[in-house]
């Protein structure tokens, strides 16, 4: 199973991004799905979630600009973010927990990364 996120780049404050990660391979089911972002000397943390039925758990700092979205039958989980602020700059990361073809067993599997940078 890999996730390739996709999305990030430069955007003035005030702006805005989508950001979107497609899980592939031998999937069988996804369940929760996540994003997570790291600052630079930060530890990585929460940003927001979303269950296969659709509900959305967001950090504080999301709540009223980022938007987090799923397609199940595309096995992709989309964050939408507004309003950005500088101090969102930072690695966004996606992470989902996958259930693989044949088995019942489910693994955290997490994408690469794609960096949103914030300035004027």
């Known amino acids: 199973v890999q996730l390739q996120a996709s999305g990030g780049g430069a955007v003035q404050p005030g702006g805005s991004l989508r950001l979107s990660c497609v899980a592939s391979?031998?999937?069988?089911?996804?369940?929760?799905m996540y994003w997570y972002r790291q600052a630079p000397g930060e530890q990585r943390v929460l940003v927001a979630s979303i269950t296969r039925v659709g509900t959305t758990v967001y950090s504080d700092s999301a709540k009223g600009r980022f938007t987090i979205s799923r397609d199940n039958a595309k096995n992709t989980v989309y964050l939408q973010m507004k309003s950005l602020k500088t101090e969102d700059t930072a690695v966004y990361y996606c992470k989902a927990y996958v259930a693989t073809t044949g088995s019942t067993r489910i693994v955290d599997y997490w994408g690469q990364g794609t960096q949103v940078t914030v300035s004027s």
């Open positions: 391979g031998s999937i069988s089911r996804i369940d929760g």
